[in-house]
């Protein structure tokens, strides 16, 4: 019979750190995203939201990532409440700025990187987290209107004024990449990467590796989508609801696609979303990349499950089963809904 999570191997679990990229901090080998604490994926319960950081804390993890949009400042001061009585020098804060949203459901409006926007929005960040710097502060996406250059800058200043101890990036291609790393070291860049989403394998990976940048992959488990947890019937109408790998025929592929990965995570003897987490850390491993998955798990049992990925030790054979089982570009559906790829910079051929 094959356990849920391997509960034992959790027990048994010991971190392990590395340094993020050659210009980043010492961070944990899996972080902790809470978005879906706050926004996207539904309501969360807040003393379960709470409880997972606190766990996540206890189990070693360090990092942790979140954005001042999250819920409009609700994720941060979520954190700012979690991190209450912790060793604040032992946590390495991501921060995400520059979407524009709006008071209805679901509303964005763009994004704005100017430096005087990137000073007001720290300002509004360090009070909701209650901290005196971020460790690493970066742009959500990158703005059309704004030179790549004055937004590091910013970021620059706020670090020689002690705001700030790293800057990083999100979902930009590698002219961006390269533009951003020109005017300051960057500690990591945050892209979505996983089974069925390995786009930055012809590219961006391949450059942050050239420049010494780490990378932060969201997405390990597609939002859900692989965790091998999701059904036909599972959608809740939340951004999910929107995104096209979870729509009709989309979904069914996908989900074939999963009871094929649960095959060989059975004959492994782990779950699948750990044997989907274990292939992106076997993988970056082979890519010779500096990465850390950032699991999304929203309660205390799916922090377990993932965090049970980390002793999984994939061997080549196994590697290679997973990737007959879910081939590239077997996805159906795009990551994400056409207008909010519109704005991703990362999906630009560069
Ligand atoms: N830079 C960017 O553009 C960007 C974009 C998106 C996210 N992020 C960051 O990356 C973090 C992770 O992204 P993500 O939430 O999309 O990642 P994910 O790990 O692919 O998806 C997380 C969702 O999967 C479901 N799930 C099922 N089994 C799980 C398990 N064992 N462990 C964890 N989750 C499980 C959970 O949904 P249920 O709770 O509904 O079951 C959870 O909310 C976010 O929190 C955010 O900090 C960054």
């Not at 910013?154 to 004024?161: E, F, G, S, V, Y």
């Amino acid at each position: 019979m094959v356990l849920e999570y391997p509960v034992d191997l959790i027990q048994e679990l010991h971190m392990n750190y590395q340094q993020l990229g050659s210009h980043g901090p010492q961070v944990s080998a899996i972080g902790l995203g809470t978005m879906g604490m706050s926004d996207m994926y539904g309501p969360a319960d807040r003393a379960e939201s709470i409880a997972t950081i606190h766990a996540a804390l206890d189990r070693g993890v360090t990092l942790l990532d979140t954005g001042d949009f999250y819920g409009m400042g609700h994720n941060e001061m979520l954190l700012g409440e979690a991190l209450k009585g912790r060793n604040r020098e032992k946590v390495q804060l991501s921060v995400k700025f520059g979407a524009l949203r709006g008071p209805g459901p679901g509303e964005f409006h763009g994004y704005d990187s100017r430096p005087a926007a990137v000073r007001n929005f720290i300002a509004y960040s360090l009070k909701r987290l209650g901290v005196e710097y971020i460790d690493i502060y970066r742009p959500s996406r990158l703005d059309p209107n704004v030179p790549i250059e004055d937004t590091i800058g910013a970021i620059a200043d706020l670090i020689k004024q002690g705001y700030v101890r790293y800057v990083g990036l999100s979902e930009v291609g590698a002219k961006t990449i390269r533009r951003a790393q020109a005017l300051h070291p960057i500690a990591d860049l945050q892209i979505e990467y996983s089974l069925i989403s390995r786009d930055i394998e012809r590219e961006i990976l391949p450059t942050c590796r050239e420049l010494g940048i780490g990378i932060t992959a969201y997405g390990v488990l597609s939002r859900g989508l692989i965790s091998g947890h999701w059904q036909t019937n599972s959608d809740k109408g939340d951004f999910r609801s929107r995104a096209p790998r979870f729509q009709g025929a989309n979904l069914d592929t996908n989900l074939a696609l999963v009871e094929r990965l649960r095959a060989v995570a059975n004959a492994i003897g782990v779950s699948v979303a750990q044997v989907a987490i274990a292939w992106v850390i076997a993988r970056a491993a082979t890519q010779q990349a500096s990465l850390v998955p950032l699991i999304g798990a929203r309660r205390r049992d799916r922090l377990d499950e993932s965090l049970g990925a980390l002793a999984v030790r994939l061997s080549p054979e196994q590697v290679r089963e997973i990737e007959q089982a879910v081939p590239p570009d077997a996805a159906a559906g795009q990551r994400y809904p056409e207008a909010q790829l519109a704005h991703m910079d990362s999906e630009r051929r560069q």
